[in-house]
């Protein structure tokens, strides 16, 4: 096999708990965003872009619908002779297998797959931000940096600072300091969790980690600060343009609304950068008579008679006469009752809103999020509808 | 398919009065419903009936049929044994190439005589409907038929077909060119079902008698020594071989029972992906009654119209009773009525362009209007 200057290695086995309901038999990369796409679409996308063929994708919870839908990866165009997408679960070895425990180990018990590429550098990605970024120029970064290993960082506003990893760098985008989630930060630039290695140094920091007793094995954590400690050169890649964590009901909710502004932060329709997805094969959207559609994104296969303002709607969803759908995100497949009213909602894939019910209101701010295939009636609304 | 069946989707001299729409392209892959090509309703019907071996016997301006079906992966058509075969003319003689299709079946006649499966399902590209085969075999076998012609009966036919008048028993007595002087209310869908030998013994014995044609000649004329049945297709038809056929049946996908049954029933159509993001509506647009493909940015008014993959409506602008294909643009405060834009045509700011219900207006390719 040939050697590979650059893999990926995408960490797809988060939880996501904070998504409640929306992650509870799916992992969180899986979850839907944008009317047409999964969370994961958008680093595989980049990938795709960036000339990455060869992609080691991590799974460990709820993988079965993640598996399906990721498949030999061929959306991306990453079903290749010499590389591709290859899914890693954890493995039984002689000794007995264990769960990955944490982000650094996770690719430990992978060191196996990196050396079969032989690659120069390893990026380490994952599976849960919405962002479009060029790992080439990134790469183009590291080697004129001469780095160990780059850490692409992002400006967040202070007061969510305490909940990244943050660095201080100096003019030549040296980073002189990391803290992982630090409870009073000194700096507001954020590590997006992207990082460029050079294999070797990777590779060894992977074997002194996993030897070393009080570490929980994770790169923010343990591996990263003591590269730190060790005096290797870290470098910050400075990234500026649209990147969400779509870790919580709310930001999941903002970050699909964000794509409904009249210049959206985050472009969809760039010709030059497409968002790759597995495609649903549903016909043209069907915008009937009594419809009426505002500022917002609808996908193949919707079926609209009622009105729909503000909201981002996912492939089949049927919305019968009179009701009207507000500052909501809905999941493929939902059915939506006669003069049935959603006030900022998500509502999950395949829910059943029935006639006449109403979730939310207009003067609430707080989201409601219905978990998929829920059947909603009036009577049962307080019952099966879980509020955030 | 519990029966071994291929298909063979026939281009070969289609009936074909799509003026502009098809100067470029053959029928097969004139764009229609929002995303589609014509070729893709019945290909996906005979994926969906479980054939999974196809050839398109293509025959000229066949550019964008390579380009559309690819490897045919996206109708689940890329198999190590079987899968899609696109079979242009064979021939080293340019002349030969204006012959009639029993030539070019004789030409191809490797593909059926290579091939174990017993049955050939022989179709054109122009019927817009969603039929599953599995129900024609099966009705070719128990009338032990030599030959089924799947017909539609209906009153009102925006396209040109054939006339067909059948017995009691289902058998067909007379099939007429649609100039034809019968009157009858059933249509050929000109899909014919036989066992593979009995074509390859057409082929040959017709050609050797001097003949051209497949159906006029071959089938035509054998109506009393073959038994020949017609199997009555349920489901929505529609007939694109005219221009007005293809403005009618276009405008018959706003109607929710047609886009439901059409799209969906017995199974879903297929065709190649683009990635196109969802459709997007601005604020102070207005869409009714109208289909309308990802990748559509509108911000004017769209009224009872078809827009492909990409179209642009700008502020102010009013599009009515109308198909615009894929990355079409409509400039602002523009009134486009009763027209067919074909690809990448844009309307600048400003412009008036109205066709009539009964004649709407054509643009072709890359116009700028």
């Given amino acids: 096999m040939g050697r590979k200057e650059m893999i990926a290695m995408l960490l797809a086995g988060g939880e996501g708990k904070r998504l409640g309901v929306l992650t509870k038999d799916l992992a969180k990369p899986a979850v839907y965003f944008g009317g047409k796409y999964r969370i994961i679409d958008f680093t595989l996308s980049n990938c795709a872009h960036s000339g990455i063929d060869t992609v080691g994708v991590l799974t460990q919870y709820q993988p079965l619908e993640l598996n399906r839908y990721l498949g030999i990866g061929s959306p991306w165009g990453l079903d290749r002779r010499d590389g591709g997408m290859t899914i890693l679960p954890p493995y039984v070895k002689q000794k007995g297998g264990v769960w990955y425990k944490g982000t650094a180990n996770a690719i430990y018990q992978n060191m196996a797959f990196i050396e079969r590429y032989d690659p120069e550098y390893v990026l380490i990605i994952s599976g849960d931000h919405i962002y479009k970024m060029d790992y080439e120029l990134m790469l183009d970064h590291h080697k004129r940096s001469g780095a ?28 002189t300091a990391f803290e992982e989630k630090p409870k009073n930060p000194t700096s507001n630039i954020a590590s997006m969790g992207v990082y460029i290695f050079t294999w070797t140094e990777l590779q060894k920091y992977l074997i002194y980690d996993e030897a070393s007793r009080s570490s929980s094995h994770d790169f923010g954590k343990d591996l990263i600060p003591s590269m730190m400690r060790d005096g290797k050169r870290l470098h910050s890649y400075p990234f500026k343009s649209y990147w969400k964590d779509v870790g919580t009901i709310e930001s999941l909710w903002e970050a699909n609304m964000d794509l409904l502004a009249d210049e959206p932060p985050l472009e969809l329709a760039d010709p030059s950068w497409r968002i790759y997805s597995v495609n649903p094969n549903q016909p043209a959207q069907h915008i009937g008579a009594s419809a009426e559609v505002s500022a ?21 969803v049927r919305a019968a006469k009179n009701s009207l759908i507000a500052e909501s995100v809905v999941m493929p497949n939902v059915r939506i009752g006669e003069g049935a009213r959603i006030y900022r909602a998500i509502i999950g894939e395949g829910a059943v809103i029935q006639a006449g019910v109403i979730i939310g209101s207009p003067d609430d701010n707080a989201i409601t999020v219905v978990a998929v295939d829920q059947y909603v009636t009036n009577d049962h609304l307080l019952r099966e509808v879980e509020h955030s | 398919m519990k029966h071994k069946v291929m298909g063979v989707i026939n281009l070969i001299h289609e009936t074909d009065e799509l003026e502009q729409l098809t100067q470029g392209r053959c029928l097969a892959t004139v764009p229609f419903g929002a995303r589609y090509r014509l070729i893709d309703f019945v290909l996906s019907s005979m994926v969906n009936s479980g054939i999974s071996k196809v050839a398109v016997f293509a025959h000229t301006k066949y550019r964008s049929l390579m380009d ?9 058509l890329q198999h190590r044994q079987s899968g899609l075969f696109v079979l242009p003319p064979a021939t080293d003689d340019i002349q030969e190439i204006s012959r009639g299709d029993l030539y070019h079946f004789y030409q191809q006649r490797d593909f059926f005589n290579r091939s174990t499966l017993d049955y050939v399902v022989i179709t054109r590209s122009h019927m817009v409907c969603n039929i599953d085969f599995e129900k024609v075999i099966q009705y070719h076998l128990e009338r032990e038929a030599d030959i089924t012609v799947v017909c539609k009966q209906q009153d009102s036919l925006a396209g040109k077909a054939r006339k067909v008048s059948m017995d009691d028993e289902g058998r067909i007595t007379a099939i007429q060119d649609h100039y034809g002087r019968m009157t009858s209310d059933i249509s050929s869908m000109e899909m014919y079902v036989m066992h593979k030998d009995l074509l390859m013994e057409l082929v040959e014995t017709s ?18 020594k073959l038994k020949i049945y017609g199997y009555m297709y349920e489901g929505y038809l529609g007939i694109v071989n005219t221009l007005t056929s293809y403005y009618r049946n276009s405008m018959n996908l706003l109607r929710p029972e047609v886009w439901k049954e059409l799209f969906y029933q017995p199974g879903p159509i297929y065709t190649k992906v683009k990635d196109e993001p969802p459709a997007r509506y601005l604020e102070n647009s207005k869409a009714t009654n109208s289909l309308i493909a990802n990748g559509c940015r509108i911000e004017g008014t769209v009224v009872n119209s078809i827009l492909f993959r990409g179209v642009h409506v700008q502020k102010g602008a009013i599009v009515s009773n109308s198909i615009i294909m894929q990355n079409g643009m409509v400039g602002e405060n523009s009134f486009v009525q009763h027209s067919i834009l074909d690809k990448d045509v844009r309307v600048e700011a400003y412009r008036d362009i109205r066709g009539a219900d009964s004649s709407p207006f054509l643009a072709g390719k890359r116009k700028i209007i």
Avoid at chain 1, 298 to 311: K, M, N, P, W, Y
Avoid at chain 2, 68 to 76: E, P, Q, R, T, V
Avoid at chain 2, 207 to 224: K, T, W, Y
């Fill in chain 1, 148 to 175: 160990d290993v780059t850490i692409a960082g992002i400006e967040v506003d202070w007061k969510e600072a305490s909940r990244f990893g943050v660095m201080h760098i100096d003019d030549e985008d040296r980073v």
């Fill in chain 1, 296 to 316: 917002s994104l609808i996908t193949e296969g919707c079926l609209i008679e009622g009105e729909v303002d503000r909201s981002v709607l996912f492939y089949g």
């Fill in chain 2, 68 to 76: 559309h079906l690819g490897s045919g992966k996206h109708w689940d």
């Fill in chain 2, 207 to 224: 050609l050797a008698q001097g003949q051209d044609h497949l159906v006029r000649h071959a089938i035509f004329s054998r109506l009393d």
